[in-house]
């Protein structure tokens, strides 16, 4: 069985005044729409997340992405039905769970029980009940409506795709607010699981306050430390922070010697405690013969995203006589906070010299440490 998690966040809207749609906006320091994709791309039931933007989304969806693997990004439509319409044609396999991007957290628990009730009816969604008293709100409050067979339906939905690709083929009258609308008005049964109130969506401002405070309960601070050193040789321009720099000599090493990145990505890992990059990355092992380290910064965030971390802030120093890094030092942050996907504003590179002494300060070579501030659920 294959399953697909499709993630529709094409809404313009952001409900609460100026500022990006709500899917791009960040909570914990991360963006809505990389929470959704973490918590779905996590399950090891779930083969393949893909994710529907709205049209001129692409390069916002690109940031909040920073490099998840969603393959290409669909372009949704008007209305959300549309965008799924889209997001159903772009896909394959047996199963698709449909998901709003506004719905960041999704509890594994909540995906095993769709995709157990998948195996006896075709459609199969997560509901709770409704707690509050419900009436008829006019001018004045209305006539009291009964709650007891009331439930309020969640995303993710999860269906046999060809039987869901049906019931929108012959849906007609008004957009329909979610899927399960659409597989009952094509005769489907629809099994109703458990849901979980970590799933309602984002809609107020209290909804934000409220997840940022859950994720602060849940996550604890870490932080880690990183050091390297090259030593200079050959020819320049010399690579640091990602940042091609002139210089007359270059730095020696296996990869593209770039201490920088190399400090930082040993902050990160520290952090997260899995170990170092030489571990992750053996200077004996010829894939990473002048490999652009970017990689390697790049794969440890990856760590820590599955590990379902947060990064918070990374701070480096580069320590040299030469060449001045003071007029390159905003482009390695920019570029810094491209790989992370973070805002820049998350990012210091600084600089200082060793007073002419040690074998920095003669001249020898160039050596950078980094501290990085990451969260992380508690470890048994
Ligand atoms: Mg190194």
Redesign the pocket.
Known sequence: MHVTALIVAAGSGSRMGDGPPKQYRRIGGKPVLAHAVDALASHAGIDAVRVVIGSGQEAQAAEALGGRDVGPLVIGGATRADSVRAGLAAIAGDIVLVHDAARPFCPAPVVDRLLAALDSDPAAVPVLPVADTLAVGLDVLGAPVDRADLVRVQTPQAFRLRALAGAYASWSGPAPTDESTVARRAGLRVAMVEGDPLLDKLTSAADWARAEQWLGTRLIARTGMGF???AFAGEGPLTMGGIAIPHERGLA?H?D???VL?AITDALLGAAGLGD?GEHFPPSDPRWKGAASELFLAHAAALIRDAGGIVDHVDCTVICEEPKVAPHRLAMRANVARILALPESAISIKATTTERLGFTGRGEGIAAQAVATIRMEPRA
């Open positions: 390297d050193v090259h090493g990869s010697a770039d201490v190399h990059i």
